[in-house]
Structure formats: structure tokens, C-alpha cells
């Protein structure tokens, strides 16, 4: 698989919150314990954080909730399937792979649900956030009120028809509020913590 199947893959086991060590990652992905390591460098730098517990009954743990948005297939990915010229023998198995995709994942109502780069960013932010209680600082767009600045303390991650939202505590208005992602201008995670 490529390093980034792994690194989804790795995450999957680590989200039922169970303790993993290096070597049983390693031979569940089949991987050496170096690639493992790495696999973990890189999911930190993308701000999702996996503890360390030390000693011979160590390992890793995942103690925050992501919600990595799944891959889905699209339209397109079903209309080259079907248009695919093969032999005879192997048509009918190309058939039945496109009806899976089909009937699995196009009609899958969030099959649109894609994070963009900076939506992507934002949602590394909140997670960071949510797993160091830590406060942000966003510009939000509201219908109302247009663009202001909030100071907010992210509690969890939440994905709905049209995309990814975070449910947090707003000090401008001393509430619970929901906050789309696609609606945030800008983000700071401020050292203060909540």
C-alpha cells in the first residue's frame, strides 16, 4: 500500500482508543517499526496528536476523536469504469466492481464532502485545539453580523450535509454555537487554554 493508505489505515486501528504497540502496528500494516515511527511524525505535523505511553507495556494511544472525511467515489470514477474496454473474461468482473461502486458510494449523500487545503487546515487547527483545550481565535462570516472575530473553545468535530462544522463555546456571544468551516476567513490556536 502507499504511505498514505498506511497512515489512514494506521489511524483507523488507533480510533477505537485502544493502545497499539510499534510492533503490532508494524505487522498489522505490514511495515517495519521504523515506518511506524514516521507514519506518526507525519500525522502530528499534520496536527493530529498520538500519545506516547513509555515502558514494555507502551505503546500508542489515540485519545482525541478524528473524523477523517472518507474517500468516496464519484460519478466520473463510475462512468471510466463502465467505458472501460476489456476482454470478454474480464468484463463481467469489471461490471460487478462498477455496480459496487456505484450502488456503495455514488449515492452516498456526502459523496461531495471533500476538505479543500485550507478547510483542511482549519480542521487541523479545531482537532489540535480540542485535544489541548486550547482557544482560537477565528473571523467568521455570519449572515447576520457578517465578518468578526471570535474567540472560541472547540469541543468536537462534526460533519453534516453540506460539510464540516465544529461545535465550540463562543465568548462573544456566552453560548454554545455550531461554526462551518467553509464560513471561517481566518484561524490562530492561542496558547490560553480553556
Not at 473474461?89 to 459523496?111: M, Q, T
Not at 460533519?159 to 462573544?172: M, P, R
Request: charged share 35%; glycine share 4%; net charge positive.
Amino acid at each position: 500500500m502507499s504511505k498514505i493508505s498506511n497512515v489512514f489505515l494506521m489511524l483507523q486501528y488507533l480510533e477505537n482508543g485502544r493502545k497499539y504497540t510499534i510492533k503490532e502496528l508494524a505487522e498489522k500494516l505490514e511495515v517495519s517499526e521504523r515506518m511506524v515511527r514516521v507514519y506518526k511524525e507525519e500525522l502530528e505535523k499534520a496536527g493530529i496528536y498520538i500519545d506516547t505511553i513509555m515502558g514494555p507495556y507502551g505503546g500508542y494511544v489515540l485519545n482525541q476523536s478524528i473524523r477523517i472525511p472518507t474517500r468516496k467515489f464519484s460519478k466520473d470514477d463510475y462512468e471510466f469504469l463502465k467505458d472501460l474496454k476489456v476482454s470478454n473474461d474480464k468484463k463481467e468482473r469489471l461490471e460487478i466492481i462498477a455496480d459496487k461502486v456505484h450502488g456503495v458510494y455514488f449515492d452516498s449523500k456526502n459523496e461531495k464532502i471533500e476538505l479543500s487545503n485550507e478547510t483542511r487546515n482549519y480542521y487541523n487547527v479545531l482537532t489540535r485545539a480540542i485535544k489541548e483545550k486550547r482557544k482560537v481565535l477565528i473571523n467568521y462570516y455570519s449572515f447576520v453580523h457578517g465578518n468578526q472575530d471570535r474567540v472560541i473553545h472547540p469541543l468536537d468535530m462534526f460533519l453534516y450535509n453540506s460539510g464540516w462544522g465544529c461545535a465550540a463555546f463562543c465568548e462573544l456571544k456566552s453560548d454554545l454555537r455550531h461554526f462551518e468551516l467553509k464560513r471561517i476567513n481566518e484561524i490562530k490556536l492561542l496558547d490560553e487554554k480553556f
